[in-house]
């Protein structure tokens, strides 16, 4: 598929596109004395769910004040699912004929306000702002037109790369999926239209990154779609946007923020190993 035929994907949806609604919803997962919960965010409340919202978790009767618990990263995937190289503005040639992809293992998932640690033998770690859609179904050989069907909600994303591993290494497992690379958060939300959302990254407070979902050379449509027809996604696996621009080094000391239109932002202290 060219890329060329990209801004034809993003037409198919213009009719049926799913905007920001009253009826948006927004999910959680948090730590209380202890134990792991998820939970419908209303306001500054939790609302207690019987397992993840996209499995189908429904309302305890119990809630708590988000103030009062640890948010955690808002899923918990089995397969992580990354693209390379989907911005323009990322690269330094021509686009290729079809999407980069990679995965990372997903115990590389650390949530909001957990440090990103850099490991001690590695001297270049970058920063990577990316949106995230979560699977909301069983999803093999989906079609470009029901590839939204299969999206549950959007979140954040940063993906830590370790750029001197990443050009060094046969694969970019390690480079890309290290322990504590890859924070995601703080929530999941519903009915987002994921091809139309700004992301931005901060270093510091600084902008460092800015961009839309509408400029993805792949669109999150093709991509579910592109993927199901190698591999089987199910409720709660992940897709990343890939990031755009020029990215830098972080180093120990410093915050990196990511924001996502209608979700909010991902912030997370770098911690530099002995």
């Known amino acids: 598929m060219k890329v060329s035929l990209n801004k034809i994907f993003a037409s198919l949806l213009v009719s ?15 730590e209380q004395n202890g134990s792991i919960s998820w939970g419908e965010l209303v306001g ?11 499995l189908g978790g ?21 397969l992580v699912v990354m693209t390379a190289l989907n911005f323009r503005s990322h690269l330094t040639g021509e686009p290729a004929e079809y999407p980069g992809l990679f995965v990372v293992p997903a115990n590389s998932i650390i949530g ?15 920063y990577e702002a990316e949106a995230i859609v979560v699977i909301g179904k069983h999803a ?10 299969y999206i549950f909600g959007v979140t954040a994303g940063n993906d830590g790369s370790a750029r001197d591993w990443q050009g060094a290494d046969l694969q970019w497992t390690r480079a890309k999926g290290s322990k504590t690379f890859n924070a995601v958060g703080p929530k999941i939300v519903t009915d987002l239209n994921p091809n139309e ?3 931005e990254g901060r270093l510091n407070g600084e902008r ?55 979700v909010g932002i991902l912030r997370n202290p770098i911690e530099q190993a002995k």
């Open 197 to 199: 959302l700004q992301i």
């Open 58 to 78: 429904t309302h305890t009767g119990q809630s708590v004040a988000q103030s009062a618990v640890k948010l955690k990263a808002p899923v918990d995937p089995e």
């Open 208 to 262: 460092r990154q800015g961009e839309n979902t509408s400029d993805m050379l792949y669109n999150f449509d093709y991509m579910v779609s592109y993927i199901s027809r190698y591999f089987t996604l199910e409720p709660g696996d992940l897709v990343w946007s890939g990031t755009m621009g020029r990215t830098q080094q972080m180093v120990g000391g410093d915050v990196y923020e990511v924001e996502v239109e209608g």
């Open 140 to 149: 093999e050989n989906v079609s470009i037109e029901d590839a939204r069907d």
């Open 16 to 30: 049926g596109a799913v905007m920001a609604s009253a009826q948006a919803a927004e999910f959680v997962r948090y």
């Open 112 to 126: 909001p306000d957990e440090p990103m640690i850099i490991p001690a033998d590695s001297s270049n770690f970058h």
């Open 44 to 54: 500054s409340t939790i609302h207690q769910l019987t397992d993840a919202p996209y």
